[in-house]
């Protein structure tokens, strides 16, 4: 290659690599700059060009060198202002011997926020896996508290038939649960 392919490369795949450039840096100016830098990198590099890829890969290949450069070189250049307002929100949160202003309120208890979180996941397997029918009552009983002559009218179903939906929901309910070590015994 000659440097005259320059003017070639950057008329037949200069749109490519400023799209490319512009969809990983989110900014015109610097995919502007990433496809400056890309064209004056190959035609320094041009020697070395074997022809094994077509001039759009070649370039691509080098494109991408030079967006990794560009970030790191960004990351590198952040100005970090300073903020005074939030240094005296926090001033104002200790007195002056360093003790809280406010006393703490109570932050519960971690392990049984966590033992509530995994019931709640397991609870919604659970009745995941009831058949439609049996969980539409459950719901409506258990989790909107509906009374069960609501529930008949709403779901068209007699009574009867409620109670054993019910019956058998919550006995699936409890096997589920226990299955996934939740049980009087050995709840987790």
């Known amino acids: 290659m000659n440097t005259l392919d320059a003017h070639t490369w950057l008329t037949d795949h200069g749109d490519y690599l400023f799209r490319v450039a512009r969809h990983q840096l989110h900014s015109d100016e610097l995919a502007e700059d990433a496809v400056q830098e890309t064209l004056l990198a190959a035609l320094s590099a041009q020697a070395r060009y074997t022809g094994d890829a077509s001039p759009r890969t070649w370039l691509t290949g080098i494109l991408k060198h030079k967006i990794v450069d560009l970030i790191r070189r960004n990351v590198r250049e952040v100005e970090i202002p300073r903020d005074t307002e939030g240094e005296e929100a926090i001033d104002s949160l200790f007195q002056r011997d360093g003790h809280w202003a406010e006393p703490l309120r109570p932050w519960g208890n971690p392990q049984a926020e966590a033992e509530l979180g995994q019931l709640r996941r397991v609870l919604d397997e659970c009745a995941d896996r009831l058949k439609p029918v049996m969980a539409q009552v459950f719901s409506l009983r258990e989790v909107a ?24 929901a919550r006995v699936f309910m409890r ?4 299955l996934n070590g939740f049980s009087k015994a050995g709840a987790t």
């Open 145 to 168: 508290g509906m009374e069960t002559e609501e529930i008949c009218k709403e779901l068209d179903i007699t009574p009867t038939n409620c109670w054993v939906l019910l019956h058998r």
């Open 175 to 178: 096997r589920c649960l226990e």
